[in-house]
């Protein structure tokens, strides 16, 4: 059963696919810690280099997905030492983190944070690896029909879960929908929303999408950035950067919950670490909070997000891998990366591409013991990228763009159509909106068609087919109750209470 | 009442949706075997689209910080440069258009003077070495330019 995890190890162990889990890990940590530049951004501005290298479509999965999972640790740095959250995942590690460094614990609370991120990563590792061949196995009995109440089960659960405002985040799906739809129609030829444009004929391209989406949006964002914040760019002082055991046993509960915590949450489809961590925290508050001292520098306040942000991290792996349905907007873009070496995740991943899939698997193993390694001796110098300067890290990314996007295309008609994506991004974000749902939209949304008119075309048009079975009408319901739940609950509570 | 920003949202967003559904609905579709044509996706998002701007203008959120005029002529500046950028980078090359970018976005950024320069000197040169030896990108290196390198 576990065949797919050794031919893993055997493709994650050689001597390139372990030199990028490790540049990844590394990049990932440094693009993690850097303000503003969270796992999404990090890996839109690497992928296309990776893509160009000319690297086999699994060492670029092992590379990304080692940037995903360095990133998830990079975010903590900002978080403690500057109560600067790095990206929505890190939120909640502010709460218990800054108070520890303002008591001069910086150094300790990295290395909790480093070993707890390590645990609830290895609790979501092995969950993968149970798991994923199982739903692979059930998935591959899944139709079209199927696929598209499964779609929409994950929109749902997107909308309910991410972001504070329900309405938006399902708004910014349909946009990112909307914006799949561009491009010549694969069932007819029919050309659709291309206003004579041939550039357009292909589709918006991914890599043009993801760049101006997060990278040019990310450099409008930080101009204001500049403009409010006062910081000087003082560090606290680290001291040791080491954490006893017996500190680590006393966050043990705090750590194993968390993880499965942050694992189940990474598996629901569109949400990922953000959710994880607010959950986890809440849940271990209410647990054991006896002394009132969350918030006010508890260890254990600091290990239960730090474990459920990585866990959820590795957990959104598995509907990507097995279901090819992102468990997260990060996931959706390594999806898209896939998609770019014409590999559709699916169930049929783990038979017909057993080197993809189980060596992404290993590569997790091994990137999660490089990044604690990493981590616990360098933390002083990863935290001295927080003091780098936003003159510098803007045209850096400016630069990293636009070669990426030119290196794809080399016409000018990708960079401005980049460009005119990064102002929509600009607005998007400005009015309230995460950008997370609008690549989850865009990537799932021409599948989704896909599916819904393969459906209809088995049946001849008789729409009875999309709940026909089983499999699709639960995800109907359980979709339909995860939309009613949130707003019925709080309702039902006061009328009981009376 | 003010209007708030999510309801001009609202509506611009309606106009778009109606504008999806227009150019759907002028769709002609050769013979297809299919039940379901290139449209009727589009005009069901359409929809879904329509109610949710209706739901956004009748129960809008909080105002976000808008930029003042200052800062939105600042980021008016970064969007020209960029644009500058990219008619620039196969016109003048690599090297030099990164030059001229990146120490005008420094400075943009307050940078001085002199640290600008110094950033947009060691990222063109650096840069360029870095894309087209390390990594083997091929980089334009300017129409100008080309008969001297």
Redesign the interface.
């Known amino acids: 059963m576990f065949d797919f995890l050794i031919d893993g190890f055997g493709v994650a162990l050689t001597p390139l696919n372990l030199g990028l889990a490790l540049l990844g890990a590394l990049l990932g940590t440094l693009f993690g810690a850097l303000p503003g530049i969270g796992p999404i951004n990090g890996i839109a501005i690497l992928m296309p280099l990776a893509y160009t290298l000319g690297l086999p479509a699994e060492s670029s999965l092992i590379l990304l997905a080692a940037v995903y999972t360095g990133a998830e640790y990079g975010g903590r740095m900002s978080s403690i030492l500057l109560n600067v959250p790095g990206d929505a995942g890190a939120v909640m590690t502010t709460l218990d983190g800054y108070p520890l460094a303002q008591k001069g614990l910086a150094g300790p609370a990295l290395g909790l944070s480093a070993v707890s991120s390590f645990l609830g990563a290895t609790i979501a590792i092995i969950g993968l690896t149970l798991f994923a061949p199982l739903l692979a196995d059930i998935a591959v009995m899944f139709g079209p029909a199927e696929f598209f109440a499964l779609m929409i089960f994950a929109f749902s659960s997107m909308s309910v879960m991410m972001g504070k405002d329900p309405i938006k985040t399902a708004i910014g799906a349909v946009l990112g929908v909307l914006i799949g739809t561009v491009g010549i129609d694969s069932g007819t030829g029919v050309l659709r929303y291309t206003f004579g444009m041939p550039e357009l004929y292909d589709g918006i391209d991914f890599v043009v999408m993801i760049i101006g989406l997060f990278a040019i949006s990310e450099i409008l964002l930080m101009l204001e950035h500049s403009q409010n914040t006062n910081d000087n760019g003082k560090l606290p002082p680290l001291g040791r950067v080491f954490v006893s055991l017996k500190e680590v046993l006393a966050c043990k509960g705090a750590i194993g919950r968390s993880g499965l915590i942050g694992f189940i949450i990474g598996v629901l489809p569109g949400t990922g670490a953000s959710v994880a961590s607010a959950v986890s925290y809440t849940t271990e508050k209410r647990l054991s909070d006896k002394d009132n001292t969350f918030g006010t520098g508890d260890m254990r306040g600091l290990a239960a997000p730090e474990s459920a942000n990585n866990a959820a991290a590795v957990g959104s792996f598995v509907p990507m891998l097995t279901l090819g349905i992102p468990g997260s907007g990060t996931t959706a873009v390594l999806l898209g990366a896939l998609m770019l070496y014409n590999i559709t995740p699916g169930p049929m991943m783990f038979t017909e591409r057993p080197e993809v899939a189980g060596g992404l698997i290993a590569s997790l193993y091994i990137g999660n013991v490089v990044l604690l390694l990493l981590n616990l001796p360098l933390a002083g110098v990863f935290a001295r990228v927080l003091t780098i300067p936003r003159w510098v890290l803007v045209p850096a990314i400016a630069i990293l763009a636009f070669v990426g996007v030119y290196q794809l295309h080399s016409d000018l008609f990708a960079i401005y159509l980049m460009l005119v994506i990064g102002v929509f991004g600009y607005l998007l974000r400005k009015l309230g909106f995460s950008l997370a749902p609008v690549i989850l939209g865009y990537v799932l949304g021409g599948l989704m068609e896909q599916n819904l008119r393969r459906a209809l075309s088995i049946s001849g048009g008789d729409t009875g087919i999309l709940w026909q079975s089983g499999i699709s009408l639960g995800l109907w319901i359980a979709a339909a109750l995860l939309l009613v739940l949130p707003w019925l609950v709080p309702k039902l509570l006061v009328a009981a209470r009376r | 009442m003010r209007i708030a ?2 309801q001009v ?1 609202g509506i611009a ?1 309606i106009g778009l949706a109606a504008f ?1 559904a227009v ?2 609905i002028q ?4 013979f ?7 449209k009727a ?2 005009l069901g ?1 359409s929809i ?2 329509t109610v ?2 209706l ?2 203008i009748f ?1 809008p ?1 909080a105002n ?1 910080q ?2 003042h005029k200052a ?1 939105a002529l ?2 008016l500046l ?2 020209a440069l ?2 500058a ?3 620039l ?2 016109q003048l090359g ?1 090297i030099v258009s ?1 030059l001229l ?2 120490t005008a ?7 001085t003077w002199g ?2 320069l110094v ?2 000197v060691i ?1 063109s040169v650096v ?1 360029y070495f870095l ?1 087209t030896a390390v ?3 091929s ?2 290196s300017g129409y100008w330019f080309a008969s001297f390198i």
């Open positions: 920003a999510d949202l967003l999806i150019q759907a769709l002609e579709i050769p297809s075997y299919e039940p379901v044509g290139p996706f589009p998002l879904l689209l949710l701007s739901v956004l129960r959120g976000g808008w930029p800062l600042k980021l970064v969007l960029l644009l950028y990219a008619i980078f196969t690599f990164s970018v990146v976005l420094a400075r943009l950024f307050d940078a640290k600008a950033t947009g990222m840069g894309f990594l083997g990108i980089l334009p």
